[in-house]
């Protein structure tokens, strides 16, 4: 007898190897005292019901249609910022204050194209009182008809680049009120939405341009749980489905609900992407968080199965260590159909009856792949 040495985690064991079958190179002899250091289980291959449920690891992450990322559209420089990061906001709280001159120029555009418009629409009138008393030709009524319809065109463009500031007729009216008197060069940006500020780069003195963004602001109360099941559990999940949510990193756990199924899979992975939408209404949880999100399924059918951690992979397919007579052991190939966390189903390779190790067979597989390099 010659003895092999070989390490499971921290535990070190003698094998034993006694005898080998000529024909089955890949079968050897423990002894009982090896048997027992390493801490070995058996299992016979039995009929049991496994779980059609779904478990996979996911992450929380916000909820993009709740996220507003809030852009000046329009460049200068910052005069002012009135929020911190992390503050709540409500719609019309001010963010910050920006002094620019493309304002400026816009405004001034729409003052002269309101001036203008209200100079023609005059002249119309004008115009018209003249026709009436036969001190005008139809041919000058047309042309003043035609200023005015080119004086309203002007005044609506003008109008535009401020809409998307959100000014409209009435704010910028105030403008009109005393023409010289008015700030044209600031601009004071509000909160477009309810949320809490969880992005923010605005300093002041900074120059700004009208695509940049500056704060992003969330509404978290409702948060999005992104997880990837295999296809064939996808199979198994449908729009409204529950699912249970379990931080990987705390106790906490949550019932979720099921938005969005990706109807393509990930060529790599073999996965699908999944998204589920939880409360967060008390603010217990936080994007980013990583989680295992498990669907409960229906028990299935009774079929020949062992324990999932029997299961191995061995030279590219799956195999489980068969001991025959409680000291002589042997690694099968098996056919694996269902599983779950606690048993996996076994189309073919090994029949019912037939025990296995169920626990600890890591060192065996290593105790193959010595022997096998020692040749």
Known sequence: MKPFLFQSGLLLAV????????????????????????????????????????RAAGVVRPDEKRVVDVVPRISGVIDDDFQTLGAKVTPEDKLFRIESAELSRALTAYVDAEQAMTFAQQALEQEKKLKAKSLSSEEQLRRKELDFQIAVAEHARALQPLKLLHFNEGTVHQYLVDVGAGNYTSLEVKAPATGEIIEKSVRRGAAVEPDETLYTIADLDQLWVDFHPSLEQADQLSLGMKVQVQSSVSVQEREGEIIYLAPIADEASRTVLTRAVIDNADRAWRPGTPVVVEVSGSEGNSAPSVPTSAVIDLHGSKAVFVCWDGTTFQPVPVETGRSDDDFTEILSGVNAGTVVVSKNVAPLKGHLEMTAEGE
């Open 15 to 54: 094998l034993l190897l006694h005898s080998a079958k000529a024909e089955e190179a890949s079968t050897f002899e423990l002894s009982s005292e090896a048997i027992e250091n390493l801490q070995l289980e058996f299992s016979p291959v039995e009929a049991r019901s496994i779980s059609s449920g779904v």
